[in-house]
């Protein structure tokens, strides 16, 4: 018995009862349900196997959709316990979990597979690519983001949730102050997750320059792929960094070393800097692919080219830079001094001035143009006065010294959510919209879309405008009540309202993929937008392996002269194409990894180590498999009568 | 269209609500130069953030109105434009021209902020050590020999210098109606200046998130004339009972208290990790002996 008390929720409270109850019946539901419609085969073969760059975007996205479901959950929650003074919803450890979930889930299993599964359907896309440069690599990034976003969903219901905050800061989430095993799932479960990401940086990057089409040169990428480009850079500049510092933290807690101890030279502040040297280009990780989003359909949707390419490219490359030597602004009150304070200042401010060019850019798109209000751009529309707000916010947070009095504040929260919601958020809605035909071959409703719309970008002001305010009346961040003393009360409450009109908003956004998968027309062709690059010049949903031809490219939006100049984007003859076989290994072995890690955070080294040898036994594995397994060949027959079918049923 | 007019109708209403003075926020009620300052920049940033709103805000509305689908002929093709060096320079130089503005008003209000206040230099600064506990503040006086917990009288019109430190997490000491924040951590002593040049009440807390009780850490602040500061130090000396380090292990272990009144400070058998900031200091050998004392402490905790 001794043995599984470990696993016992340390805070246990109905709510969390009853999601172990309810989490036990959904997984006994999809079991059912597989068996009944047997399904476990087609499971298997067509998606857990796959290697399909355009499936495990798919998944990617599907996951994320969940975790944004999680999210909001836990959103709403807080929402109602700060909705009026000395509230007793949720008790301070309940709160401090929520929040911290909130945070993680938000950025890590929300944003982050949003992004990968947006960067994995059309990355390869736009450049005419036929996957990616390795693509048993990518099933393995995901598999190990899954099983990351798994292992730290099953914390609440199994041994306890993380409390520290999504930053875990020590020396608060040391042992010693959070003696649960919550901060060690946080541990784990970013670590896996970003290892699978760090996997995404090296694949996408190697793609993007070795992968591109004939005559498809860096300068005329478009503005998406420059995104990603230079989003992967970030990637793999940052990730191994969080990595060390999560190995770092988890010894610490696990096996007693000092790294951000107080006392015997441990630095707690270390990994304050360390986790912001990282955290700080993780959210633009985050905005600049929304920035290549929003260039694509602000450009689609006013009829017009991209307004200033060249400094659009030249922007995006200053941010990543920038983004790199900004980290301390996050810890103004540290009280490291004048200059040091400073330096950091002026970097800071400094990435407003790339940034205020995007605006520019992209307003000058719209003058001249011929605008259309479809949902996809709509949610960028929504984008720029919104942003603007946190973008202005967060110069006014970079100095330093008026810092002191935003710090730890919900002016603080008012600003992040101010540029991470119609930053990147608006940004991932407004792409799976405007893809979505691509994916699957039929469009969403657009009048269920615009209500879902209005609904979000209205109720999103009314949510985050007062926290500005409470902010400047004291009201610190992450504090689970206030007294009615202090006059937060009117606005918290106007604030909690606002909340249950964006969860409204998004509810009708899951409604209307429900809807539209049921009754939207299937017979939408491949250009549904009449848009400009690549990826729309091939059949939707796209055949398994992209391009029947490979496409010669010869200006940045190819696809649009293609239709308009009359370029021939096809000159090639149809010849046999090699494909990479499914693998059931990146699974299996990420399975034995969420196991290694599930003993790690419970302390049963055994199991720890089997698992290890289990994970390189796989590895070990594919360098002997390698030899034999050379992939598949579709033959030109096939590639005719599927193109013909494909083309034949559009047009 | 309709949000982005009640959005900027809803800026325009804050604004003024900010600045005016019915009920005025915390952070711009200042009751000392310090929080005077950060006020005064606060309040031109946000005139200065208004503007740049409006312009961009004006320009965006006038291009969806002007250039929409539905108000032009049906063959209108939009033109294919690259870009413009002379339109892209203008708007990267005025970005710069604000940021490099207030990267001067920035250095210059931290350079205020970080000192002891105009003015005052030739005073003697009142020095007071507030450290954090979970979940409370110690307030030694080392100069009047006594401590008090989660209240603090100042007198006005005389420089205070905080130093801050933590026997756990980091910490965030903040009155907001004097100056900014700043953290109190386990292993460095910072230095807060800040100065209150009228009398009144005041609220301060931990700002910084530091576990299940961090709600509560909130503490009074008194800021009374030179002689009523005098009369107060007195009468806590009558009053109090000596703090004994028994007493003081007893009080670090309660999760809240009250306010509190002693005789003597911790200081003296707990000394603040002045120092030992960094590890440069380490090689100093007294320093060493600091901190062993320190973990000592921690240990007795």
Known sequence: MEFFERFAVPHPSFAIYA????????SLAIVVGLTYFKKWGYLWREWITTVDHKRIGIMYILAALIMLLRGLVDAVMLRAQLAIPD??????????????????????????????????IVTPLQIGARDVAFPRLNAISFWLFFMGAMLFNIAFVVGGA?????TSYFPLASEEFSPSVGTNYYMMSLQLSGLGTLMTGINFLTTIFRMRAPGLKLMQLPMFTWAMLVTNVLIIAVFPLFAVALAFGAMDRMFGTQFFTIGNGGMDMMWANLFWVWGHPEVYILILPAFGIYSEIISTFARRNLYGYKSMVASMVAITILSLVVWAHHFYTMGQGVLANSIFSIATMAIAVPTGIKIFNWLATLRKGKIEFT????WSLAFIPTFLIGGVTGVMLAMASADFQYHNTMFLVAHFHYTIIP??????????????PKMFGFMLNEKIGKVSFWLVA??????????????????????????????FGPLNLIASIGAIGLALGFIVLAYNIYWSTRYMPRNIGSDPWNARSLEWSIPSPVPVYNFATLPHVKSSQAFWDAKTKGHNLFPDKVEEIHMPNNSGVPFIMCVIFFIGAFSLIFDMIPLAIASLIGVFACMAYRSFEANHDHGYHIHVKEIEET????????? | MKMKW?????????????????????????KGPQAATLSDTIILTIWIMLAICVVVTVAFIYMLVKYRASKQSKDYEPPHIEGSAVVETIWTAIPIIIVAFLSIVTVVSLKDVEATPKGYENKEPLVIYASSSNWKWHFSYPEENIETVNYVYVPTDRPLEFKLYSYGPISSFWIPQLGGQKYAMADMVTTLHLLADEPGEMWGRNSNFSGKGSAHQLFDVQAVSPAEFEEWVEEAKAKSEPLTEEKFDELLKTEHVGRQTFIGTHLEFSPAPEGSHNMDDMENKEDMEDMEDMNHDMDHK
Not at chain 1, 162 to 166: I, L, M, S
Not at chain 1, 375 to 378: A, G, K, N, R
Not at chain 1, 462 to 479: E, S
Not at chain 1, 644 to 649: D, K, P, S, V, Y
């Open chain 1, 375 to 378: 949902t996809p751009m709509l």
């Open chain 2, 6 to 30: 009640t959005l900027l109708a809803l800026i325009f209403a804050v604004a003024t609500a900010l600045t005016g003075c019915e009920n005025p926020l915390a952070v711009f009620d200042p």
């Open chain 1, 87 to 120: 509230n007793t919803i949720l008790d301070s450890q309940h709160y401090n979990e929520v929040f911290s979930a909130h945070g993680v889930i938000m950025i890590m299993f929300m944003a982050m597979p949003f992004l990968f599964g947006l960067m994995n």
């Open chain 1, 423 to 436: 930053g990147v958020v608006y940004a991932f809605i407004a792409g799976l919209i405007y893809w979505w």
């Open chain 1, 19 to 26: 999601s172990m109850v309810g989490i036990a019946l959904t």
């Open chain 1, 643 to 651: 193109e013909e079918r494909l083309r034949g049923a559009n047009k």
């Open chain 1, 162 to 166: 993380p409390d520290a905050g999504w």
């Open chain 1, 458 to 487: 209205i109720f999103f002001n009314v949510t985050f405008f007062p926290m500005f305010i409470t902010g400047l009346d004291g009201q610190a961040r992450r504090m689970y009540t206030y007294s009615e003393e202090t006059g």
